[in-house]
């Protein structure tokens, strides 16, 4: 597998909805993302190993919005067309080259705005599934990732909530 190859583009197109995940349509990722965002599906992937710990990732700095900042293991849209579980499943592969069985724990829809460069406006679905490893990282996603204990990530979070995405704080706190 090509770890280095980009698999995100702004032309792409994601889900418009309403806020109980009724189809309106389709837009460009970069005109979601623009001003305050217009709301659209979206995941988050928390992997855990089996002691528990969750797989931590350092956005690639390539990326538009909170690139450099750390987030939960995986996390992207669905494209027209696409079902959350093929959506899912490409991005496991995409980003840290592996496969698992995902649980939906949760929806919820959240906006937040990165500087003057754009917004997240998402309904956002939550899954957690368990992989101990080896991860294949790919570069233009992602630049670093560990595994933290729960307790060891309260406390980051405590400590240093700018150099987490804003999403990732929500869901983790719901998932605690």
Not at 120 to 138: A, K, Q, R
Request: charged share 30%.
């Amino acid at each position: 597998m090509d770890n280095h190859r980009v698999v995100s583009f702004e032309d792409e197109l994601l889900i418009l909805v309403d806020g109980n995940d009724r189809e309106l349509g389709a837009m460009s990722k970069e005109d979601c993302h623009r001003g305050d965002g217009i709301l659209h599906r979206a995941f988050s992937i928390f992997i855990f190993n089996t002691d528990g710990d969750l797989l931590l990732q350092k956005r690639s700095t390539d990326k538009k919005l909170w690139g450099g900042y750390w987030s939960n293991s995986v996390c992207s849209h669905p494209r027209k067309g696409e079902s959350y579980r093929s959506a899912t499943s490409r991005r496991l592969k995409d980003e840290l080259g592996i496969s698992t069985e995902l649980e939906c724990k949760f929806r919820f829809q959240y906006q937040a705005k990165f500087r003057d460069i754009g917004s997240e406006n998402e309904l956002c679905s939550v899954y957690t599934g368990i992989h101990n490893g080896p991860f294949h990282i790919n570069p233009t996603e992602i630049s670093e990732i560990y595994f933290i204990s729960p307790d060891e990530l309260d406390h980051r979070i405590s400590q240093s909530p700018d150099e987490l995405t804003p999403w990732f704080k929500l869901e983790w706190e719901r998932l605690r």
